[in-house]
């Protein structure tokens, strides 16, 4: 049995010695990867990042529906054009959601998008909380230090893939690893087989990747198997034994030993993987039910649920993995409304409450087992948006409102003070985009509290947090 620190690679590597290339099973023995102790993992954690590509409008997410706050949403909301990004009143009927947060903010109540029913349902009970004004900061920073130029700003704000980055990552594009990664890094001891402990449904976030752990990517199939190592090839029968020979051949090739180094696992994890995953549907994971678009009325697949339920599917294999932390990532675009909001964002919030809540309906009896107050979700975009109107959308922001939902999150209240409603006030830095209060620092290391980092080790991945004087937000239970 290998540690965990051990090489991937030469494990695999060990593992074709031993068997011969002709005789490599595609899917290893589970109990040469784990030990019986790693099969009962009971101290796990997951957490799950939802990040929302082009950069979700806050304002028309989470909003305030005091009367002031209200009569300044209409009032610069509303164009002389025929487009207009105003919502239904709060009196209206099947106007925005009411909510009211457990901890009350003097004179203010607020309200959800009315396409966020399954979100005001969590809310409500508890199992949800909202994040007031979130963005990337490097420090505390007042309007009039961001006017004056005197404090220390993030890189390239109010850019799609450098602020994408930065929250992932804490730079501009081109960083080498992600807090999801170190994360995991730090906590390598705790998890058999690191393949598996970082894992994207959606591309390569450079969230996930870690200085030593490397991110594991699936489509909502599953686990991708190698080209033409499964399958038919050129009308004959599949190349699997011919293709492990190649791989597995010695070489004194630099290249072609890297090559074949990560062939070989690719083939290996692949086939661990696909043999442990849960099913989906019926024996399995359930399939999420139709979405329905609110404007058109449509039902059909969400894709966003689908990948939640590929997580799922790889969560119930977390014993036989021997598996105690693992992060996600999930995303979903469509978020860059600079046309056509009202309409756009409507549809896309209604898919990101739906998937969300299929997700806490599944983690409530995963194989008869409550995982909720050990998975959390948490969602990221890129950027907030601006408050006024560019016609029938608005333009790039910087803070944003955000959701945490899970049975460990202190759900039913809004964390932060909430920002006002209008322009010109102490937080807009231009067309009301929103200077944020809380950093993404200080976001994450509430989450990274949770998942088991100690204070010394958050400050290592989280390399601005000693800038704030507040480093947990209290959202997350002990």
């Not at 009039?144 to 990552?169: I, M, R």
Request: charge should be neutral.
């Amino acid at each position: 049995m290998t540690t965990p620190n051990t090489s991937r690679r030469r494990f695999l590597g060990q593992m074709l010695a031993a068997t011969g290339s002709s005789a490599l099973p595609f899917t290893l023995n589970l109990a040469a990867m784990s030990t019986a102790a790693a099969a009962t993992a009971t101290d796990y954690k997951a957490l799950v990042c939802l990040f929302m590509n082009g950069g979700n409008d806050g304002h028309n997410t989470v909003l305030a529906t005091d009367s002031t706050s209200w009569n300044d949403y209409v009032r610069l909301r509303t164009t002389t054009d025929s487009g207009s990004i105003v919502l239904p009143g709060p009196s209206a009927a099947g106007g925005v959601l009411s909510i009211k947060p457990l901890t009350a903010q003097a004179g203010r109540t607020f309200a959800l998008h009315p396409s966020m029913g399954p979100l005001k349902q969590l809310f409500d009970g508890g199992s949800a909380a909202i994040l007031a004004n979130v963005g990337t900061l490097v420090q505390p920073t007042t309007k009039a230090q961001y006017a004056a130029g005197t404090t220390t700003l993030p890189s390239k704000l109010f850019s799609h893939n450098d602020q994408t980055s930065a929250w992932q990552a804490y730079q501009p594009e081109g960083a080498a690893y992600g807090w999801g990664g170190r994360m995991l890094d730090i906590l390598a001891s705790a998890n058999s087989a690191p393949t598996f402990a970082s894992i994207s449904t959606s591309g390569r976030p450079i969230f996930l990747s870690g200085k030593a752990i490397r991110q594991y990517q699936l489509l909502a199939a599953g686990a991708v198997p190698v080209r033409a190592s499964t399958g038919m090839l050129y009308h004959a029968q599949n190349m699997s034994n011919p293709l492990l020979s190649v791989a597995a051949a010695s070489s004194n090739s630099v290249f072609e030993k890297t090559y074949t180094d990560a062939l070989n696992r690719a083939v290996a994890a692949q086939g661990t993987l696909s043999g442990v995953m849960l099913a989906a549907g019926a024996g399995g994971i359930p399939d999420p039910t139709p979405y329905v678009n609110p404007l058109t009325k449509a039902s059909g697949v969400n894709p966003l649920a689908v990948q939640l339920q590929t997580v799922a599917r790889v969560i119930g294999a977390r014993n036989a993995l021997g598996l105690k932390r693992q992060v996600f990532y999930v995303s979903m675009g469509g978020f860059d409304t600079h046309d056509d909001q009202i309409s756009l964002q409507a549809d896309l919030l209604a898919r990101l409450a739906h998937a969300i809540d299929y997700f806490n309906g599944v983690m409530t009896s995963l194989q008869g087992t409550d995982l909720r107050k050990q998975v959390t979700l948490f969602t990221a975009s890129d950027f907030g948006r601006t408050f006024s109107s560019n016609g029938d959308g608005t333009d790039h922001g910087w803070g944003s409102h955000h959701f945490v939902v899970g049975g460990a999150v202190k759900g039913g209240n809004i964390y932060g003070a909430f920002p006002t409603t209008g322009l010109g006030h102490e937080l807009d830095v231009g067309s009301g985009a929103l200077l944020p209060t809380t950093s993404v620092d200080q976001y994450g290391a509430t989450l990274a509290s949770w998942f088991g980092l100690t204070a010394t080790e958050i400050a290592d991945v989280f390399p601005n947090i000693g800038n704030f004087s507040t480093r947990n937000l209290g959202f997350m239970t002990a």
